[in-house]
């Protein structure tokens, strides 16, 4: 979750405005975070989706395909003010 969580705050702070959020929950068996910040947003219905191709690996483009290798759940809301990510791990 550190990972995956590091990664959209990054993005989030770089790409969304330079200020974000981060809010961590926990339940019996399962950790959330949601990162949110303030800017214009991104086509959220293919980001990450697909591994990216090996000779853009230095340009980026990894960062969302990683996370939702690692997280058993990835929402990604863009509600019009910001981008809210919405990560979910199953506790072990």
Known sequence: MVIAANE??????????????????AGEGWVSCLIADRGVG????????RAPDPGMVPQGGMGLWI????????????????????L????T
Do not use: W, Y
């Not at 330079?18 to 961590?24: D, E, I, K, M, Y």
């Not at 991104?42 to 989706?49: L, P, T, V």
């Open 8 to 25: 959209i705050l990054t993005n989030a702070l770089i790409h969304g405005g330079g200020a974000a959020s981060l809010r961590v929950e």
């Open 42 to 49: 991104f086509d959220a219905a293919s980001a990450g989706r």
């Open 67 to 86: 996370v939702r290798s690692l997280c058993d759940d990835v929402q990604i809301d863009l509600p019009g003010d910001g981008s809210r990510v919405t």
């Open 88 to 91: 979910r791990m199953k506790a």
